[in-house]
């Protein structure tokens, strides 16, 4: 039997173990999806907002490839800690799969960047999303009146939507309590999303976009001022086609002619002259030079005026323009980090690799292979791991024969729990979904995710660690 491992149990990983269970060139297989969480999915589970039901009920695909009885789940065993180097993996695996994704966030570079208030988009999406990591009460929204968005990419995009949400809208989500709670006492009510160059170069897409208008209690403004900049803006007719989309809800919103929310009037050039409780302010052509200081916080971001240089970038004006802030969410993309005992491009955040076979100077490193953003870089849709991990299991069929011939080193989780991991094996993650169907009932609320380590690994397994998991007080909530 070929044993594989795979490391990372979000879409990429759960491709990767789907394509090398439905292939017929090595009938007897059997994969091993392994994960530092106790919870599979990854990304569905810890990145996709929590009021993308439809993207999120993705989940259930991927249940049901993991399901599959050639398949084992081997959550809370963390490669890199106790012992298990990427080398002892490989003892114990004929191929290991490395589809780690991208887990930290980009910088700016700019003073400031470190006040309080001033946080990653990925620090505020794992804390609405119950990353066990993530701490619970992380984001006080009570003081903040205005939020300041950088960046215009999807992720920027499901910031500003939780943001601009009412607490009531994501009653009926698997939202932890804390966050709820916290999301219900918030004051922002101004949330501006800045980009550096134009609307036809923004990174989302037109859908995401769109969302934004039919928020019930938001409207959306632009700055006529700022598309005016943008000659993809004035001629579209050359852009790709979802720039082209994207300009053209810009320009609905721009014109007053597409209402910001059903049923609203819209508030050509403006930030929603309608009654709304809280605008949404699309900005473009600034770029962030410093953010500033009030009180030992954040209190707003300083920006420099681009213009196109000609050539798809930007160059600065020399004019300033600050946008108060009392919380500043950096949405600039995820970067990916090394991991020990594997090889590093820094300069790209990926592993070196050649159809997903992992180089080690330059030569392919026999049964190391990697897969979707670790691979290529953090960039496409969900979807984009299915051929990102197609493309690395042919790799790895093709070099199968070789692979084959290596004797193993024992029983993968014997060795797992001598080296002095514990794992959450399918049982313990099913525990773990009982025990959040439970907490909702208890809350009055559908599913709610438990948010602590404690918690999840008390859940999974009984004793398996002190018990503590702190759902605290219900929060004061919304009626829904
Ligand atoms: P992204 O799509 O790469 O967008 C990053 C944004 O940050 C761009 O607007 C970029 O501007 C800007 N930026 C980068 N460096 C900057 C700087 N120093 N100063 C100012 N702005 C800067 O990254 P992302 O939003 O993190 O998304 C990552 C991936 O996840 C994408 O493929 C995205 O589609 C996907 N995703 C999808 C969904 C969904 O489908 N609903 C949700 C979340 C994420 P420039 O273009 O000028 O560089």
Redesign the pocket.
């Known amino acids: 039997m070929l044993r594989v491992a795979v490391v990372g149990s979000g879409p990429s990983g759960v491709y990767t173990a789907q394509a090398l269970v439905q292939q017929s060139l090595v009938p007897d297989v059997h994969v091993d999806v392994l994960d530092r969480l106790p919870c599979p999915y990854g990304l569905v589970r810890y990145?996709?907002?929590p009021d993308?039901e439809k993207?999120k009920s993705l989940q259930n695909n991927l249940r049901t490839v993991l399901e599959d009885e050639r398949i084992g789940f081997i959550g809370n065993v963390e490669v890199g800690a106790h012992g298990l180097a990427p080398a002892r993996l490989l003892e114990l695996y004929h191929a290991v799969v490395y589809c780690v994704g991208a887990a930290r966030d980009?910088r700016?570079?700019v003073p400031g960047e470190d006040l309080p208030g001033s946080c990653s988009?990925?620090d505020f999406v794992s804390w609405y999303s119950a990353h066990p990591d993530a701490a619970p009460n992380g984001f006080a929204l009570g003081g903040a009146r205005s939020a300041v968005v950088?960046?215009?990419?999807?992720?920027?995009?499901?910031v500003t939507r939780i943001l601009a949400r009412g607490a009531a809208e994501l009653l009926p989500t698997d939202v932890p309590h804390a966050a709820l709670g916290a999301l219900a006492q918030s004051g922002v009510r101004e949330v501006h999303m800045?980009?550096?160059?134009g609307p036809s170069?923004?990174?989302?897409?037109t859908?995401?976009l769109r969302e934004l208008g039919g928020l019930p209690d938001a409207a959306v403004g632009v700055e006529p001022s700022d598309l005016e900049l943008d000659p993809g803006y004035a001629d579209p007719s050359g852009l790709p086609a979802v720039n082209r989309r994207n300009v053209d809800v810009v320009r609905g919103w721009a014109s007053g002619s597409v209402p910001s929310s059903p049923g609203a009037p819209g508030a050509p050039g403006t930030a929603g002259e309608r009654a709304a409780s809280r605008r949404i302010h699309l900005r473009f052509f600034l770029?962030?030079v410093e953010l500033l200081e009030g009180d030992g916080r954040v209190a707003g971001v300083r920006f420099e005026r681009t213009v196109p240089d000609g050539s798809g970038?930007?160059r600065g004006t020399g004019m300033y323009e600050e946008i108060e802030a009392q919380l500043v969410l950096?949405?600039?993309?995820?970067r990916g980090v090394p991991l020990e005992g594997l090889p590093f491009d820094a300069a790209r955040g990926t592993v070196p690799n050649e159809a997903g076979r992992v180089l080690r100077g330059g030569v392919p490193s026999p049964g190391e292979y990697v897969a979707g953003w670790i691979k290529r870089g953090?960039?496409?849709?969900?979807g984009?791991n299915r051929p990102c991990a197609k493309e690395t299991v042919t790799s790895l069929l093709a070099d199968a024969a070789e692979l084959w011939a290596r004797p193993l080193a024992g029983e993968p989780l014997d060795v797992l729990r001598e080296l002095g991991h514990r794992p959450v094996e399918w049982p313990g993650w099913l525990a773990i979904e009982e025990a959040e169907a439970a907490l909702g009932r208890s809350l009055g609320r559908r599913s709610v995710k438990i948010a602590d380590w404690a918690g999840l690994l008390e859940a999974a397994a009984p004793g398996m660690e002190a018990p503590g998991a702190e759902v605290g007080a219900p929060p004061k909530l919304p009626a829904a």
């Open positions: 990145g996709v907002a993308h993207i980009r700016l570079g988009a990925t950088i960046g215009v990419g999807n992720v920027a995009v499901d800045v980009g550096r160059r170069q923004a990174k989302f897409t859908k995401e770029r962030p970038g930007v950096r949405a600039v993309g995820y953090p960039t496409g849709v969900i984009s």
